[in-house]
């Protein structure tokens, strides 16, 4: 196995027969499949982590913020008697990436599950927006999720069905003023995953794409909710039941997960609009919303 494992890392590749290979050499017991979640440190991350480890998952977590990513592997470990590997990388520098890359590839760890979480959320005007901002809301939204996605197939556990989940947002069914950036890397997100699904239906391999609304992670955004007045209140759903609820769908193979009945209607309300009458509408909410 050393001379094979050798050969795997000089070439530095992650081709789907030569991994399988690899593993196939290792014994029953030697092998552990693991659940990938990027942004574990966050709200929405930490959350999937919990509800994963809860089902006695292995986790591989990584988040650019080490002290909170090391705080949640230690409590679900404890807490739940899981193996939590985790891997500090700044998902927009591909430097950091391949270098995470690398530690999965010299573990030989397999995945049966990989949860797309990390991403970052522009409120304003494109405009006043800068360079920085774009290019960052780019390669994290984007770049950084499609480049993982890409890795981690090929290091899928074949023994069993592997499972993909997304985070999107209610935000990629519309045209969104002030949130144009943000909603338009979301819509990708969706169209992208939805696409990719077809791709590997016939290879056990499942897409789910979350799209929730607001959910209270952070003060801001409870803030921001709060601000929606009726319609945020209706809309908010907890983090921890959207995390459990999403690893449920996923695991029978839907599509497209919004929760919330109110979220719901939004989106059938949504499609009978004309997306040029949807926009108006929306930026008029955002606009003047902005101006307070």
């Known amino acids: ?151 981690i197939l090929p290091l899928r556990d074949e023994s069993s069905t592997f499972r993909i989940i997304t985070v999107a947002s209610l935000a990629a069914f519309y045209p969104m003023p002030v949130k144009a950036m943000y909603s338009s890397s979301k819509r990708f997100l969706l169209n992208f995953f939805l696409a990719l699904r077809e791709e590997l239906r016939f290879d056990n391999i499942t897409v789910t794409v979350l799209c929730p609304s607001g959910m209270p992670t952070l003060p801001r955004i409870i803030k921001a909710i709060e601000a929606q007045g009726l319609t945020g209140k209706l809309s908010m759903k907890k983090v921890d039941y959207v995390a459990s609820k999403t690893v449920d769908k996923a695991l029978r193979g839907k599509a497209v997960y919004i929760p919330g009945r109110f979220n719901q209607l939004l989106r059938v309300v949504g499609s009978l609009i004309p997306q040029k009458t949807l926009a108006r509408m929306v930026g008029r909410r955002w606009i003047s919303k902005s101006n307070k």
């Open 1 to 151: 196995m050393y001379l094979h494992v050798q050969e795997y890392l000089r070439r530095g590749t992650c081709e789907g027969f030569a991994y399988s290979r690899l593993i196939s050499n290792l014994g029953e017991n030697e092998v552990k499949s693991y659940v990938f979640i990027s942004g574990a440190a966050g709200g929405v991350g930490s959350a999937f982590a919990n509800e994963c480890a809860s089902r006695k998952w292995n986790l591989f977590l990584t988040d650019i913020r080490t002290d909170e990513l090391e705080k949640v592997a230690a409590v679900l470990s404890q807490k739940y008697g899981v193996d939590v590997i985790t891997h500090t990388c700044n998902m927009i520098d591909e430097e950091d990436r391949e270098q995470m890359f690398q530690v999965i590839r010299e573990k030989l760890l397999v995945f049966h599950l990989l949860v797309n979480v990390a991403g970052v959320e522009y409120e304003g005007m494109f405009q006043e927006a800068s360079r920085k901002q774009l290019s960052t809301l780019l390669r994290l939204n984007i770049e950084s999720t499609l480049d993982v996605t890409h890795e």
